[in-house]
């Protein structure tokens, strides 16, 4: 079965940091684009950067600067680095891969994991 499993959410503090990982099982991380997303409470999950097999990576205008994504080929794992988080930046964070990164969003989207959990509160 082909997907991926999200870890390293949980509860920070405004300007807190966080790291996300996102790890392929039964597929090779590097074979594809991967978008990170988040949902957050009551709203529609969107698109919040994605990194193609070469390497390159787009993020959306509201977390560039705070955001950082990277791959680890080794460890078939791509991370979400995140700093000087926000309230905003409350909600489930879930990666997928994509046939391509279409802007900040992998696109088809597929492979969902089941999302890691991120709350931003003083």
């Known amino acids: 079965q082909l997907q991926f499993v999200e870890s390293g959410g949980g509860a920070v503090q405004p300007g807190g940091s966080l790291r996300l990982s996102c790890t392929a099982s039964?597929?090779?991380?590097?074979?594809?684009?991967v978008g990170w997303f988040r949902q957050a409470p009551g709203r529609d999950r969107g698109g919040v950067g994605c990194i193609t097999k070469l390497g390159t990576v787009w993020y959306t205008s509201v977390v560039m600067g705070r955001f950082t994504i990277s791959r680890d080929d080794t460890n078939n794992t791509v991370y979400l680095e995140m700093n000087n988080l926000k309230p905003e930046d409350t909600g489930v964070y879930y990666c997928?891969?994509?046939?391509?990164?279409?802007?900040?969003?992998?696109?088809?989207?597929?492979?969902w994991g089941q999302g890691t959990p991120v709350t931003v509160s003083s």
């Open positions: 997928a891969t994509g046939d391509y990164c279409s802007g900040f969003v992998s696109y088809p989207a597929a492979h």
């Open positions: 039964g597929f090779t991380v590097a074979s594809f684009p």
